[in-house]
């Protein structure tokens, strides 16, 4: 199905007249009427009947004609747009971001690019460090957020935002949640059943130390949902390891545990070499220029070291 032949079919309909439609498309008569066949032999019907100087549309014309209507529309919708955002009249900015880092860190400066480029359209990704990697090296994004991508690529910039410790997170009722980083004895946990989240970077947990303090995660429960995380926390099914600056709830507590020994450095990521949009290169500059240790001092991360 072409476009040419879904829009002489909506001009016959609409005027119901051949050689009207004809002039109204700037097209001869027979090449319409042969476009119209074409269209018909691939919906499988006759959508127009002529019967003499009577023409009217068929049963499957009557049903067809709102949905090609909004076919067309769509596609002159969408051919409008692109050569806005070609001629940068739209601004848009993709951006994938790491599933273990909780957006309301990123509001501020994305607060900023809304009220500085009006109408500006974003879009947001989400995934693992390889995956947001990928993403990066397509094009499909124009930037990137989040731990270490567990690769090394010559042409990966990267900008360190933070660094933070990986934590217990317990419900609020649970023993451990009673303790604190001083009296947190690895031995309270070993026993401990563990939850994960399936998406997790695995680039982040460095195993060795984990197995290093007796913690094997290899019969650990797993979810794909964050709310499903918490929802188990709560219910305490288990234990989970997250960021510092991940699963902040009133219904679960952080508890520091030295003997985890986990940390990762949040960076924003681009591409060296590949041109940017004046949106990426906004964002961009707002992130490398925020003070990322007071912006989370709330939940008492270190800066960037």
């Known amino acids: 199905m072409e476009m040419q032949q879904v829009r002489y079919f909506l001009s016959v309909a609409r005027v119901l007249n051949f050689t009207r439609a004809a002039e109204e498309c ?85 607060g900023e690019m809304h009220r500085s480029f009006a109408g500006l359209q974003l879009k947001l990704r989400r995934g693992t460090g390889a995956q947001i990697a990928a993403m990066l090296k397509s094009g499909e994004v124009d930037l990137a957020i989040g731990g270490p991508m567990g690769e090394s690529w010559d042409r990966l910039e990267t900008w360190p935002m933070f660094s933070e410790a990986f934590d217990l997170v317990v419900g609020v009722d649970h023993p451990l949640a009673m303790h604190n980083e001083i009296d947190l004895d690895v031995e309270l946990i070993r026993e401990t059943r563990f939850l994960v989240h399936a998406d997790a970077d695995m680039a982040e947990f460095e195993t060795e130390r984990l197995d290093a303090a007796g913690i094997n995660l290899d019969h650990a429960h797993e979810v794909d949902s964050d709310r499903d995380l918490e929802a188990l926390v709560m219910a305490e099914f288990g234990v989970a390891i997250m960021p510092a600056s991940a699963m902040n709830s009133s219904r679960v507590r952080h508890v520091a545990c030295s003997a985890l020994d986990l940390r990762r450095t949040v960076a924003i990521y681009s591409v060296a070499g590949r041109a940017r949009s004046r949106e990426a290169s906004a964002l961009l500059n707002l992130v490398r220029s925020a003070d990322w240790s007071r912006a989370l001092s709330a939940y008492q991360l270190d800066g960037v070291e």
């Open 26 to 110: 700037n097209v001869t008569q027979p090449a319409l009427t042969r476009a119209i066949k074409q269209l018909e032999d691939e919906l499988g019907g006759d959508l127009i009947r002529r019967e003499g100087r009577n023409t009217h549309l068929t049963d499957l014309g009557n049903r067809m004609q709102p949905l090609l209507q909004q076919c067309y529309d769509s596609a002159l919708t969408a051919k409008s747009l692109a050569t806005k955002i070609r001629k940068g009249e739209v601004p848009s900015l993709s951006l994938a971001v790491s599933r273990t880092l909780d957006l309301v860190h990123l509001m501020r400066p994305l």
